[in-house]
T-cell receptor
Framework: EAQVTQNPRYLITVTGKKLTVTCSQN?????MSWYRQDPGLGLRQIYY???????DKGDVPEGYKVSRKEKRNFPLILESPSPNQTSLYFC????????????FGPGTRLTVL | AQSVTQLDSHVSVSEGTPVLLRCNYS??????LFWYVQHPNKGLQLLLK??????LVKGINGFEAEFKKSETSFHLTKPSAHMSDAAEYFC???????????FGGGTRLMVKP
């Protein structure tokens, strides 16, 4: 089944404790992206990747890192999480970039205490 | 820079009546525009997209949207609402390169029996 998977789905952590949210897609998509969703703000793009080893900042990259060492994986790294990073995070992939149909993962709900 | 404004945060309709979800955009170039739907506790799914072809775009589940450049609008409509349409809807614009996506704040559609 074609899908985007994220792990973990739920995470409660404390300020400053490094964490990684994994994202994997099995559709051989070149484009992958991370978003955070906050009430009233819609989704905001954190980082995107056009292909392996090619990443770029979205609208809200501060406090986040990404890497794209393999085509299928695009992990989101929070080196020192803070409470303002409490949010719902979505990973998405697309065959043809931002203009293509985005396939979204199920989301990761992160709480930073 | 681009931006998207969804004019209503909540819309309530009765089952069988028309749906209108309003979206205005700002862009310095000819944009690509999308509508995505998010059902409760789910990821997002593409409803329809406009990429400089026909200005009236038909999507899934009977939804359609009309691109009006003079009004910088991309409103989503459906002739007859169904209970299963209750969800949150996001209007999205992509940048000139088709890499960065900007989401509106979302419109929650409620359908009354």
């Amino acid at each position: 089944e074609a899908q985007v998977t994220q792990n973990p789905r739920y995470l409660i952590t404390v300020t400053g404790k490094k964490l990684t949210v994994t994202c994997s897609q099995n559709m051989n998509h070149e484009y992958m992206s991370w978003y955070r969703q906050d009430p009233g703000l819609g989704l905001r793009q954190i980082y995107y990747s056009m292909n392996v080893e090619v990443t770029d900042k979205g609208d809200v990259p501060e406090g986040y890192k990404v890497s794209r060492k393999e085509k299928r994986n695009f992990p989101l790294i929070l080196e020192s999480p803070s409470p303002n990073q409490t949010s719902l995070y979505f990973c998405a992939s697309s065959l043809t970039g931002g203009n293509g149909t985005q396939y979204f993962g199920p989301g990761t709900r992160l709480t930073v205490l | 820079a681009q931006s998207v404004t969804q004019l209503d945060s909540h819309v309530s309709v009765s089952e069988g009546t028309p749906v209108l979800l309003r979206c205005n955009y700002s862009s310095s170039y000819s944009p690509s525009l999308f509508w995505y739907v998010q059902h409760p506790n789910k990821g997002l799914q593409l409803l329809l997209k406009y990429t400089s072809a026909a200005t009236l775009v038909k999507g899934i589940n009977g939804f359609e949207a009309e691109f009006k450049k003079s009004e910088t609008s991309f409103h989503l409509t459906k002739p007859s609402a169904h209970m299963s349409d209750a969800a949150e809807y996001f209007c999205v614009v992509s940048d000139n390169a088709g890499n960065m996506l900007t989401f509106g704040g979302g419109t929650r559609l409620m359908v009354k029996p």
